[in-house]
């Protein structure tokens, strides 16, 4: 196991009609101005943004808001976002979605105390030294952002969908979760999500790190209750439980927990991030087409983790082709992906001719000259991946 720190501060208030509570939580972090961040409309439609609205009243929280957030947010919603906060000295900010508006409340947050240009950070041309604290009413289990350091924003000019890590400071101070306001999701963005958090658990579990029993377990099993919760929520959406799980997973798939002490991949979010950038799929859909692509190179590659996985997951039986149990492996997770109304191919995705060679450019253009650590990708690996999820 390699040395970690486990930094994970966020407060999560959990469960029914907390949404009511988030004046109070604001109070405490010491906030005047606040500005509410939401997308497209949902948060309206469904009555949340009134009763957070509601429950600043209570408190006597000022607040502005910004919504019309869309999903794989982009740079001019948070230039916008970043004036209208300098003119009204806004000094909270409050997301109340999901990734998509959260990761763009972390990017105003950062934008706003920076003299420069925010996008200097996503470029890797500044650190994050300072932000406004961020806080979140989570709608959609997907991303995890309610307790990650991370933040992932497309420059329109370039399509250029860039994460930024800055955990010390992006992280939210509180993520106030209510599974109940889940059941309004279509089923697509459920599966959208559950795809998401699952690879957000194997990003960490696919290491070649020794010695990491524990973390190892922490993924089978949380992936293992997900699969399950995921055959559920599809027969029965407005089941409390099946979605609290859901949620709770979410979380706890990206908040650092799953990965301590682990070498961790990441290569398959960032080939989907291109995917994603120049063609607008939903991320997690796209992550349903590379990984189980990126699990099929890595059978001929380096088998060892995902045919452990095809055993400890999908009951492959044991053997010693680890291979053939990689790919029986691979089979299983496209047919229960496949199951929950989810892509697997770039056809299925909507993409019958996806400009290979562009993705490949613009991802090593971005990431490098080798991406990933479980088998380090060069031009002609990650091409060979974009290939296989073609098939
Ligand atoms: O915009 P509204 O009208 O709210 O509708 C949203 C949106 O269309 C809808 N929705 C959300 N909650 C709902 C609801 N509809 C009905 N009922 C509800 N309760 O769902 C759609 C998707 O929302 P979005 O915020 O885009 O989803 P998600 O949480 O999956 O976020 C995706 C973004 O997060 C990034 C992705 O790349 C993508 O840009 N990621 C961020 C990460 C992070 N910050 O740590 C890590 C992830 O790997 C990911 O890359
Ligand atoms: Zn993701």
């Not at 973390?215 to 699969?227: F, K, M, P, V």
């Not at 990965?259 to 607008?280: K, M, P, Q, T």
């Not at 989810?342 to 001719?353: A, K, N, Y």
Request: charged share 25%; with cysteine; proline share 4%.
């Amino acid at each position: 196991m390699n040395n970690f720190v486990f930094y994970s501060p966020t407060e999560f208030v959990f469960g029914k009609n907390t949404e009511s509570r988030t004046g109070e939580l604001i109070r405490k972090y010491d906030a005047y101005k606040v500005m509410i961040v939401y997308g497209g409309g949902s948060v309206v439609r469904s009555g949340l943004l009134q009763r957070v609205e509601a429950a600043l009243q209570a408190e006597g929280v000022e607040y502005i808001e910004l919504g019309g957030i869309q999903p794989n947010p982009t740079d001019p919603k948070v230039y916008e976002g970043i004036d209208l906060a300098r003119r009204e000295r806004v000094d909270f900010m409050l997301a109340v979605g999901g990734g998509s508006v959260i990761d763009t409340a972390k990017a105003i947050a950062a934008g706003v105390v920076y003299d420069g240009d925010f996008w200097d950070f996503y470029a890797g041309k500044a650190k994050v030294q300072k932000a406004l604290k961020v806080g979140v009413v989570l709608t959609i289990p997907a991303a995890g952002s309610e307790g990650s350091g991370n933040t992932v924003i497309t420059k329109v000019d370039g399509l250029q969908k860039l994460s930024l890590r800055a955990p010390e400071v992006l992280r939210p101070v509180f993520a106030v979760m209510n599974p109940e306001l889940t059941y309004t999701l279509p089923p697509y963005q459920t599966a959208c999500g559950i795809a998401d958090m699952m690879v957000h658990i194997m990003e960490r579990y696919f290491t070649n790190t020794q010695g990491v029993e524990i973390s190892d377990r922490l993924c089978e099993g949380t992936l293992t209750a997900i699969i399950k919760e995921a055959y559920k929520v599809k027969q029965n959406p407005e089941d409390y439980d099946t979605r609290a799980n859901i949620m709770w997973c979410g979380t706890i798939a990206h908040n650092g927990t799953c990965g301590v002490g682990c070498e961790e991949d990441w290569a398959s979010h960032f080939l989907e991030h291109e995917v994603s950038a120049l063609y607008g799929v939903t991320h997690g859909a796209g992550l349903a087409v590379i990984v189980p692509a990126w699990m099929t190179f890595m059978a001929t590659h380096n088998p060892k983790k995902i045919a452990q996985f095809a055993h400890r997951v999908f009951a492959v039986p044991e053997s010693d082709d680890l291979e053939e149990m990689a790919l029986t492996g691979v089979s299983r997770l496209k047919h229960f992906f496949r199951y929950i109304g989810l892509p697997v191919t770039f056809g299925e995705l909507g993409i019958e001719h996806p400009d290979i060679d562009l993705l490949v450019k613009k991802l090593h253009e971005h990431k490098g000259e080798l991406v990933g650590n479980y088998v380090k990708l060069n031009k002609e690996y990650s091409k060979e991946i974009f290939e296989l999820a073609c098939k």
